[in-house]
């Protein structure tokens, strides 16, 4: 059971570049959500999604596209990479259920030059 | 909109120091509550959770919180901390009617030293 996979682990991505931060779960959860963390800021949910082929926006949400074509899979794309975005990156699912906290993958950390 | 605001941004403590971490949220209607943790270069994981019932959780590695609805608090607590506790503590707030919208709050780093 590997849970919620996130790939890359690392990315170094140049200004202006676009890139697309994969999220996989093998855990059938309706809920997935991205998230960006930040030294004192905690973590600030960027978008989330309550099904397939549904998403919406979360508190930082600008800079950012996602998209649900599936249940497994909720990738989040940087289509104009800022220095501003250089951050650890987490995803995370869950049941949807009232009463289930969310699963965390590991983390990509990005780094925008 | 719900948020979330954790008063204590870094705690040190000696070990066998008792732990209380504050955490208060605004939001008027149900909601479910929870404290993650993140060890050193790790990513978050479960500590405990609030959905009904008793307002004291117990979690795992002996920590318990308190949610107390007049106060708006979910407030965590340890009696007696060990240095493998030293990591950063989030607050989180899901409100029934915003469906998978799950909150944090700023966290509180904990150093314990030992």
């Known amino acids: 059971n590997a849970g919620v996979t996130q790939t890359p682990k690392f990315q170094v991505l140049k200004t202006g570049q676009s890139m697309t931060l994969q999220c996989a779960q093998d855990m059938n959860h309706e809920y997935m959500s991205w998230y960006r963390q930040d030294p004192g800021m905690g973590l600030r949910l960027i978008h989330y999604?309550?099904?397939?082929?549904?998403?919406d926006q979360g508190e930082v949400p600008n800079g950012y596209n996602v998209s649900r074509s599936t249940t497994e899979d909720f990738p989040l794309r940087l289509l104009s990479a800022a220095p501003s975005q250089t951050s650890v990156y987490f995803c995370a699912s869950s049941s949807g259920g009232r009463r289930d906290g969310y699963t965390f993958g590991s983390g990509t950390r990005l780094t925008v030059v | 909109a719900q948020s979330v605001s954790q008063h204590n941004h870094h705690v040190i403590l000696s070990e066998a120091a008792s732990l209380e971490l504050g955490c208060n949220y605004s939001?008027?209607?149900?909601?479910?509550l929870f404290w993650y943790v993140q060890y050193p270069g790790q990513h978050l994981q479960l500590l405990l959770k609030y959905f009904s019932g008793d307002p004291l959780v117990k979690g795992i590695k002996g920590f318990e919180a308190e949610f107390i609805k007049s106060k708006f608090s979910f407030n965590l607590r340890k009696p007696s901390v060990q240095w493998s506790d030293t990591a950063e503590y989030f607050c989180a707030v899901n409100a029934w009617n915003q469906g998978g919208k799950l909150i944090f709050g700023q966290g509180t780093e904990l150093s314990v030293k030992p």
């Open positions: 939001y008027g209607g149900t909601v479910n």
């Open positions: 999604s309550v099904g397939a082929g549904i998403t």
